[in-house]
């Protein structure tokens, strides 16, 4: 997503001249953030995001928000994912790979893989968790797995997914198995086409 598509996507929301004013006050005034952003799902909605079920309204509210800062955005962006509720981490979370912050989001993407909400999960592992090393980053798709949040959600799976993941995986499907349980479709799947890759 990109700054103008949710700008697009938010312009039936209730209230759009707060919206704007919101995007000016933060473009002149970083200090006025956290404000706007306890405030945007209340002026904005909570519904899904026309377009991006995936996203909500209020999380693209408070991203496009974040997108509007003059300077500044990692230390922006942190205070407001430790200041804020699961929704307002969750819209950090989303908003980082628009924002140019280099690697220095990534110990929040650290920090939401380590909790049990799988909306933050699932948002930390959006295009921006390609900033995580490689042994991070698999351990977050078994995350993913344990916790049932569907494989489609991880961004760039297919390219990053490896022979390590498939062992990984694998060890999981095994244990299962002997428990008695089975893994989810989507997990099983992806096992299948790596190992095929590696036959």
Known sequence: MTPDE???ALRDVPDPGWLAAAE???ATDPTTLGRHVAAAGRRCGRGPLPGRPDWTVDDAARALLLTAL???HATWATTVYRQGDAAEKRAVL???PMLPVGDAGVPLLHD???TNDTRLVAAALGPYA???DPPAWRQAVLKCVFMDVPLDVVADLDERADAELAV???GLADERRDAGRSMPADATELLHRLRARQA
Do not use: C, N, S, Y
């Open 112 to 114: 939401a893989i380590r």
């Open 24 to 26: 000016r006050d933060v």
């Open 70 to 72: 003059p300077a500044d």
């Open 168 to 170: 990984m995986l694998g």
């Open 6 to 8: 949710l700008r697009a």
């Open 94 to 96: 989303r908003a980082l």
């Open 130 to 132: 390609r900033r995580l």
